[in-house]
Nanobody, 117 residues
Framework: QVQLVESGGGLVQAGGSLRLSCAAS????????MGWFRQAPGKERERVAV??????YYTDSVKGRFSISRDNAKNTVYLQMNSLKPEDTAVYYC????????????WGQGTQVTVSS
């Protein structure tokens, strides 16, 4: 079992930056695909960024502004968010997918990001 704990959310003005962190338990963190998702009120959950051993993926709306990275020694994945916009306001979740899995197996509890205009 893997536990994921997000931190780093908060209230920021438009144009500002935040860095989210997701600390994971477990010995095989480095083998997991890690993703950041977000869900705004009244909207479906959206995949924001993913990091695998091959590379990274970003949804179009955050390309050039967000950056996902990981530190396997610390069992932590990060989401650096720059040039934030009010439409980035959402609860952000990190998730982990095991090798060979077709879905994300573990989810964090979420952290609120609010961007004021």
């Amino acid at each position: 079992q893997v536990q994921l704990v997000e931190s780093g959310g908060g209230l920021v003005q438009a144009g500002g930056s935040l860095r989210l962190s997701c600390a994971a338990s477990g010995r095989t963190f480095s083998s997991y695909t890690m993703g950041w998702f977000r869900q705004a009120p009244g909207k479906e959950r959206e995949r924001v960024a993913v990091i695998t051993w091959i590379g990274t993926y970003y949804t179009d709306s955050v390309k050039g502004r967000f950056s996902i990275s990981r530190d396997n020694a610390k069992n932590t994945v990060y989401l650096q968010m720059n040039s934030l916009k009010p439409e980035d306001t959402a609860v952000y979740y990190c998730a982990a997918k095991r090798v060979g899995s077709d879905k994300y197996d573990y989810w964090g509890q979420g952290t609120q990001v609010t961007v004021s205009s």
